[in-house]
């Protein structure tokens, strides 16, 4: 059984750049979570896809976008970088939505910094 | 709003007991978890709560109280490699927006 992988392990931007990071959820997993983590602070959730469709966001920008396949792994696109944007984006894949208790295993982040 | 309190650092010495306490006030509630994070790792699931009272799973256990809006996890003969952040996350019943808020995270230190 495969876990959550994430995609790069660490990047550098500047600001006004655009981002893709990349999830591939764990093996019979539907459902992947997005989550910021500013340094020394708890993840805060960005959205959630449920079989490829956006099911829930949290208090983020519209530059904040994203996607899932048909094999569910999933992209997080940030446009228009600011220097806030740098955190650690944690992917979380489940079986069935976040929303009812169901265990999110994490992958092990992508350290995004926007200079 | 959401808001989730939880100590920003707590020491405790190896082979010791250490609660670690969370309040919550949040939309709704369905379910806590609490989860293990080392420094630039994953975060890793310990628990689940979804009913009052005691979850025992080894060394680590977790209470929760619906009423008094308060969990704990409490851990036991404490290992040098407990030595991470530990989340307290609670799942609220604004499913459309955020469905899992996390508090800041406690980071425990174990010392010799």
């Known amino acids: 059984e495969t876990g959550v992988t994430q995609s790069p392990t660490h990047l550098i931007k500047t600001r006004g750049q655009q981002v893709t990071l990349r999830c591939s959820s764990q093996s019979g997993h539907n459902t992947v979570s997005w989550y910021q983590q500013a340094l020394g602070q708890g993840p805060q959730f960005i959205f959630q896809?449920?079989?490829?469709?956006?099911?829930g966001r949290g208090n983020f920008p519209p530059r904040f976008s994203g996607l899932q396949f048909p094999n569910y792994s999933s992209e997080l696109n940030v446009n228009a970088l600011e220097l806030d944007d740098s955190a650690l984006y944690l992917c979380?894949?489940?079986?069935?939505?976040?929303?009812?208790?169901?265990?999110?295993?994490f992958g092990p982040g992508t350290r995004l910094t926007v200079l | 709003g959401q808001n989730i309190d939880q100590p920003t650092e707590m020491t405790a010495t190896e082979g010791a007991i250490v609660q670690i306490n969370c309040t919550y006030q949040?939309?709704?509630?369905?379910?806590l978890f609490w989860y293990q994070q080392h420094a630039g790792e994953a975060p890793t699931f310990l628990s689940y709560?979804?009913?009052?009272g005691l979850e025992e799973k080894g060394r680590f256990s977790s209470f929760l109280s619906r009423s008094k809006g308060y969990s704990y996890l409490l851990l036991k003969e404490l290992q040098m490699k407990d030595s991470a952040s530990y989340l307290c996350?609670?799942?609220?019943?604004?499913?459309?927006?955020?469905?899992?808020?996390f508090g800041k995270g406690t980071r425990l230190s174990v010392i010799a």
């Open positions: 949040t939309s709704g509630f369905n379910g």
């Open positions: 896809y449920y079989r490829e469709e956006e099911n």
């Open positions: 709560n979804v009913l009052d």
């Open positions: 979380a894949s489940s079986l069935g939505l976040a929303g009812v208790g169901n265990e999110q295993f």
């Open positions: 996350a609670v799942i609220t019943t604004d499913s459309g927006n955020t469905p899992l808020v």
